[in-house]
């Protein structure tokens, strides 16, 4: 038996990175996953090959309109929504002196307004469902100050925060919320160094190493399964120690 035997989960930003190792695990583990990217060709090309466990719903997590699009199809074509993993985001690195006031109205658009508006319209649907769980993933930039991470961490710690009223809300409806912060992981879009680099940057953790896909996966599937089923509104860190010192 796996994990998430049974449920249905909807995971943003899943066609590349981080997001497809997460829509991977949760079949892996037993569940049915409608995949949204904007990019449209990696996402179609990862459901078809996840086969009838798995349906591409094209989305730009801005807009309502999507959201309800995305809703509509998982209901459709599995009947119940039982596990949110809002993944999806954008990143980029400038001082508070170089950011732009356009650039963090985008940053906070797509993690932050991209998230609410996830929760807002997946809630509902899973709450006739009997409950389930919602994974917000946000950042080590959402728990401590990193340079050149003003716009960024920004959006992330409103995530942090977001989560933890959501579970206070949605609680009582049967919904755990939490959030994922994790620290520098091997494969993803905000990690591009050479190989060689990787584990020599973090030398220094409590575990000298940089992170696996898997690992957070491996989190975020626990999260979404009944074995946290008494966790809600809590931070989640996985960086290997880092935030320690």
Do not use: C
């Not at 949204?36 to 309109?65: M, N, P």
């Not at 931070?235 to 010192?245: A, F, S, T």
């Amino acid at each position: 038996m796996g994990q998430l035997d049974g449920k249905v989960a909807i995971i943003t930003g899943a066609a590349q990175g981080m997001g497809e190792n997460h829509a991977r695990a949760f079949v892996e583990e037993g569940a049915r996953v409608v995949v949204t990217d904007l990019q449209e060709e990696a996402g179609r090309e990862l459901a078809g090959e996840l086969g009838e466990a798995a349906l591409f719903v094209a989305q730009d997590v801005t807009s309502e309109a999507d959201w309800d699009r995305v809703v509509a199809a998982a209901l459709e074509r599995f009947g119940r929504i039982d596990a949110l993993v809002n993944n999806a985001a954008i990143w980029w690195t400038a001082t508070v002196l170089e950011e732009t006031a356009d650039g963090l109205r985008k940053m906070l658009e797509v993690n932050v307004v991209g998230v609410w508006l996830a929760m807002h319209k997946v809630a509902p649907a899973m709450r006739d469902s009997g409950g389930g769980a919602i994974v917000n993933i946000s950042s080590t930039a959402g728990i401590h100050g990193i340079p050149e991470h003003g716009a960024y961490g920004a959006s992330k710690w409103a995530v942090r925060g977001l989560t933890k009223v959501a579970a206070h809300e949605l609680g009582p409806l049967g919904i755990r919320v939490n959030s994922v912060h994790p620290g520098g992981i091997k494969g993803t879009g905000m990690f591009q160094r050479p190989e060689e680099e990787h584990d020599a940057i973090f030398r220094h953790n409590p575990i000298p190493r940089a992170g696996e896909r898997s690992e957070v996966s491996a989190l975020v599937v626990f999260l979404a399964s009944d074995a946290s089923s008494y966790i809600t509104g809590h931070e989640h860190v996985i960086d290997g120690g880092r935030q320690l010192w």
